[in-house]
Structures are given as C-alpha cells and as structure tokens.
C-alpha cells in the first residue's frame, strides 16, 4: 500500500505542469488554426491574431509554479494532499487553457472581419484567464499548509 501512496504523491506533484501543458498546447493548437485562417481573409494586422493565439500559453507558466510550490519529500502523511491538490489544479488549469482556447478563436474569428471588436472580443478570453489565477492562487494558499 505504501508504494502506492508513495506513487499517487508523484503523480500529484507532476499533475498541475502535466495538465497545464496540455491544456495550453490544446487552446494554442485551435486558437493558432484559427490565426492561419484568419491571416488569408485579412490585409494587415496579421500580429495580433498570432498574439491571441499564444494567451492560452501562460497557464503553463501557472502549472510550473504549483509543481514548484509543491516539492518537498514525499511521505505517507503529505502525499494524499500533493496528489488531491496537484491533480485538481491540473485538471482546472487543464480546462481553463482548453477554453482559453476556445475563446481566442472566437476572438480572431469575430475580429477578422470587423477589426474594431478585437480589443473588446478578448475579454472573454481574460476572464477564463482569471480563473486560472483562483486556482493557481488557491493552489499556492494551501500547498503551504501540506506537511512538509
């Protein structure tokens, strides 16, 4: 049973990059196909679809910071934790990078044939953003309270 306690710790530690990754990779993947088709319908401003396309990138940088905050030893008495915490921040920054996505594309989608909504069509995009900083925040409060 112990090296199977031990194992599901590791899996938590590693969960919220993990997760984080994919997720980004996801959200880039749809929101970039939709920059390249945007950039054969438009005449200029080409950069910024491809810039929207890269915003779901950043919640890597969040799954990096609660692997980090999660490091210590693993035990018997810490690993339940690391694995229940780091496996639901993963699964939320996981969702959040995939709907990131999604929003982005709509985003490029709206702005590539009316160039004056492209500012106000990200929000979306940064209110999903915000809840991956809730539980990226969130995730850092309580990895403090795990035995170390």
Do not use: H
């Amino acid at each position: 049973m112990e090296p199977l306690i031990l194992g599901l710790g590791w899996l938590g530690l590693y969960a919220p990059l993990g997760l984080a990754a994919i997720g980004s990779s996801i959200g880039c993947m749809r929101a970039g196909s939709a920059a390249c088709g945007a950039l054969l319908e438009v005449e200029s401003g080409y950069g910024r679809f491809i810039g929207v396309a890269a915003l779901p990138s950043s919640i890597t940088i969040y799954g990096i910071v609660v692997t980090m905050s999660l490091r210590r030893e693993l035990t018997l008495e810490n690993s339940p934790g690391i694995f229940g915490l780091g496996v639901l921040t993963g699964l939320a920054l996981l969702y959040c990078a995939i709907a990131q996505g999604d929003a982005c594309t709509a985003s490029i989608n709206a702005s590539k044939s009316k160039q004056e909504v492209f500012g106000i069509s990200i929000a979306p995009a940064a209110l999903i953003e915000g809840f991956a900083v809730f539980a990226f925040v969130f995730a850092l409060v309580l990895a403090a309270d795990i035995p170390k």
